[in-house]
Nanobody, 115 residues
């Protein structure tokens, strides 16, 4: 079955950086678009960034210039580089894909931005 394992979260000071990774299994990874979402306490899960199977990227406006999504099809991995982090970036971050009308999620990785 499709599985994702996220890693790389943690506690970082405002202005710091983190690099999140998501390793996929159970699918032909190179065929599918991938996304990073986040969910803060009391808020809905929201898209942060996405990358198509061909490598085209898309970001929500607030993340443009701060976050970079990339993929390595040889390693079945999608990565989110996050720079200039702010307290409002605190959330659980999830990787995601859609296959045949189904949504697949990882278990998430906690990112906390605090001094």
């Amino acid at each position: 079955q499709v599985q994702f394992v996220e890693s790389g979260g943690g506690l970082v000071q405002p202005g710091g950086s983190l690099r999140l990774s998501c390793v996929a299994s159970g699918l032909t990874f190179r065929l599918y678009a991938m996304g990073w979402y986040r969910q803060a306490p009391g808020r809905q899960r929201e898209l942060v960034a996405a990358i198509t199977s061909g490598g085209r990227t898309n970001y929500v406006d607030s993340e443009k210039g701060r976050f970079t999504i990339s993929r390595d099809n040889a390693k079945n991995t999608v990565t989110l580089q996050m720079n200039s982090l702010a307290p409002e970036d605190t959330a659980v971050y999830y990787c995601n894909t859609h296959i045949a009308r189904n949504n697949y999620w990882g278990q998430g990785t906690q990112v906390t931005v605090s001094s």
